[in-house]
């Protein structure tokens, strides 16, 4: 796999984010002295970004708010949320080794994520898995985010990688179609943050477990051509 280039999604696909996301979200409610909400509730919109969760626990409520005081209770929760990114968040259970074996084999790693790009290096950071990519790529990195194929590609470029031999992966149907948009198959994680079930998106192929990535990407992949 020594010219693979693998661009990962992170929430929901590489960590699990959402318990933290959830209470960042229920802290910011409780200023307006609104109660939490439960993360059943707020984890399906997880992939849909800060404002949708706090949307979603305003919904629960009953409350309406203007955008304006929307865009303010967005920066409280980011500001809460940087400064509790990973209490509670974690890799998903083989995604560590999944990751440090492509890169022993050579492959080029990226992240492009919709999460903000200082949010995403310092949960990497937190988790010590920051130094394994070479490109992390927010949704304000470029001038495009998910679904613009231009995410996506601008990740594989910035990480020096190769698109002829390029897979995503992701866990959304933001993820699947961005892929399919730029031409780079798609391998959808079964276990992550969709409404629905990630086959119904149909992505290229689905996996359950992280042990089943190498096997999956050489199903997709063409052989690599022999170095002259």
Same mark, same amino acid.
């Given at each position: 796999?020594?010219s693979?280039?693998?661009?990962?999604?992170? @929430?929901?696909?590489?960590?699990?984010?959402?318990?933290?996301?959830?209470? $960042?979200?229920?802290?910011?409610?409780?200023?307006?002295?609104?109660?939490?909400?439960?993360?059943?509730?707020?984890?399906?919109?997880?992939?849909? +970004?800060?404002?949708?969760?706090l949307?979603?626990?305003? #919904?629960?409520?009953g409350?309406?708010?203007?955008?304006?005081?929307i @865009?303010?209770?967005?920066?409280?929760?980011?500001?809460d949320?940087?400064?509790?990114?990973?209490?509670?968040?974690?890799?998903?259970?083989? *995604?560590l080794?999944?990751?440090?074996? #492509?890169?022993?084999? +050579? *492959?080029?790693?990226?992240?492009c994520?919709?999460?903000?790009?200082?949010?995403?290096?310092?949960?990497?950071?937190?988790?010590?898995?920051?130094?394994?990519?070479?490109a992390?790529?927010?949704?304000?990195t470029l001038?495009?985010?998910?679904?613009?194929?231009?995410?996506l590609?601008?990740t594989?470029? #910035? $990480?020096?990688?190769?698109?002829?031999?390029?897979?995503?992966?992701?866990?959304?149907?933001?993820?699947?179609?961005?892929?399919?948009?730029a031409?780079?198959?798609?391998?959808?994680?079964?276990?992550?943050?969709?409404?629905?079930?990630? $086959?119904?998106?149909?992505?290229?192929?689905?996996?359950?477990?992280?042990?089943?990535?190498?096997?999956?990407?050489?199903?997709?992949?063409?052989?690599?051509?022999?170095?002259?």
């Open positions: 796999m020594s693979l280039t693998a661009v990962f999604d992170l @929430d929901g696909t590489l960590v699990d984010t959402a318990a933290d996301l959830a209470a $960042a979200t229920n802290r910011t409610l409780a200023g307006l002295k609104l109660g939490p909400v439960a993360a059943s509730i707020l984890r399906p919109v997880v992939n849909s +970004g800060a404002r949708a969760m949307e979603a626990g305003l #919904l629960h409520h409350v309406s708010k203007s955008a304006q005081q @865009d303010e209770l967005l920066n409280t929760f980011l500001a949320y940087a400064n509790n990114i990973a209490i509670e968040s974690r890799p998903y259970p083989g *995604a080794a999944a990751i440090e074996g #492509l890169k022993r084999d +050579g *492959a080029r790693l990226g992240v994520t919709n999460k903000r790009e200082h949010l995403a290096r310092k949960l990497l950071g937190e988790l010590k898995m920051d130094q394994l990519f070479d992390i790529v927010g949704r304000d001038p495009v985010h998910k679904p613009d194929p231009g995410h590609i601008g594989v470029i #910035l $990480a020096d990688g190769d698109l002829g031999r390029c897979v995503m992966i992701g866990d959304s149907e933001i993820d699947v179609r961005t892929g399919k948009s031409g780079i198959p798609v391998i959808g994680i079964a276990f992550g943050y969709s409404r629905e079930p990630i $086959a119904t998106f149909k992505p290229d192929l689905v996996i359950d477990r992280y042990d089943r990535l190498g096997a999956a990407i050489e199903t997709l992949l063409p052989p690599a051509k022999p170095r002259r």
